[in-house]
């Protein structure tokens, strides 16, 4: 949960037995805490070293781990960071035994390579983006398109499974590489209208037959109009064949690796 709050100074972290630093990311050293609760809604704390801080909250050292929960907590904590300033995320999971340990453990022998990450990505965001085939209309244009996928369908459409078997695998190999052809061609598309106003993008691998494309977008916060000017239109222009959806601003794992 987050919500407005008194920025919280180094006090140092008081610990009890049994319990550790959980590690979100690391940002510049004057970024400021705004109330931020992390896993069990324990307060998000800044660990400063030099230049750099690492996000923390005290958690229990056993505890299960990879909860649902957990993750989304850990994401959440991050982006509200990173919207407001650019942060580094660290590997979901990451708990040391005290504020020591952050400092002396992550912070100290890393402290040149955080504060030159933290410079590039000063003053941008990274957005998903993602765009979903309306299979309904996909598969009819392929229907159209392709006279033989057309006859393999209307073949057999309402002949027996084990007479029309040959046909059937047929059509779906055609299916599959039509699609795959006009998934590319369509990705492209997406490109063209939104890489001239991002940094740079990552392509993330297709998981269904529906899945045109998702992207991660780094976009300059001062092109931050244009870039969402382009993605309406980009939603616009294929309303009628794909769902394109928008998410961010959020931290930006696919540009800095996990730490």
Same mark, same amino acid.
């Given at each position: ?34 109330? +931020? /609760? ?15 801080? #690492? ?12 909860? =649902? ?26 708990? +040391? ?8 453990? +992550? ?30 209309? $996909?598969?009819?244009?392929? @229907? ?9 369908? /209307? ?22 590489? =039509? ?22 993008? =990552?392509?993330?691998? @297709? ?11 780094? $976009? ?15 939603? #616009? ?6 769902? $394109? ?10 540009? $800095?690796? /996990? /730490?």
């Amino acid at each position: 949960m987050t919500g407005a709050g008194v920025v919280q100074e180094d006090q140092g972290i008081e610990l009890r037995e049994g319990e550790g630093c959980y590690v979100y990311g690391v940002v510049p050293a004057d970024a400021s805490n705004v109330g +931020l /609760e992390g896993l069990d809604d324990a307060a998000v704390r800044l660990v400063r070293h030099g230049p750099v801080a #690492a996000i923390v909250s005290v958690v229990r050292i056993e505890r299960p781990p990879g909860r =649902r929960n957990d993750l989304l907590a850990h994401s959440r904590v991050l982006d509200a960071f990173a919207a407001s300033g650019p942060v580094v995320p660290v590997q979901f999971g990451a708990i +040391l035994q005290d504020e020591d340990a952050v400092r002396t453990e +992550l912070l100290a022998p890393r402290e040149n390579q955080f504060a030159g990450l933290l410079a590039e990505l000063s003053g941008s965001l990274q957005f998903t983006l993602q765009a979903r085939y309306d299979e309904a209309t $996909v598969l009819a244009e392929l @229907v159209r398109d392709d006279p033989e996928i057309a006859r393999l369908r /209307e073949a057999t459409k309402d002949a027996p499974e084990d007479q029309s078997y040959a046909e059937r695998v047929r059509l779906g190999e055609l299916v599959s590489q =039509r699609l795959e052809a006009r998934r590319h061609a369509d990705e492209q598309t997406v490109l063209g209208a939104i890489e001239p106003h991002v940094i740079a993008y =990552r392509v993330r691998p @297709v998981t269904s037959m529906d899945h045109l494309t998702e992207l991660a977008l780094l $976009v300059d916060s001062r092109q931050r109009e244009a870039f969402d000017s382009a993605a309406e239109q980009l939603a #616009a222009r294929l309303h009628e064949r794909a769902r $394109v959806r928008l998410m961010g601003p959020m931290a930006p794992y696919d540009f $800095v690796g /996990e /730490e």
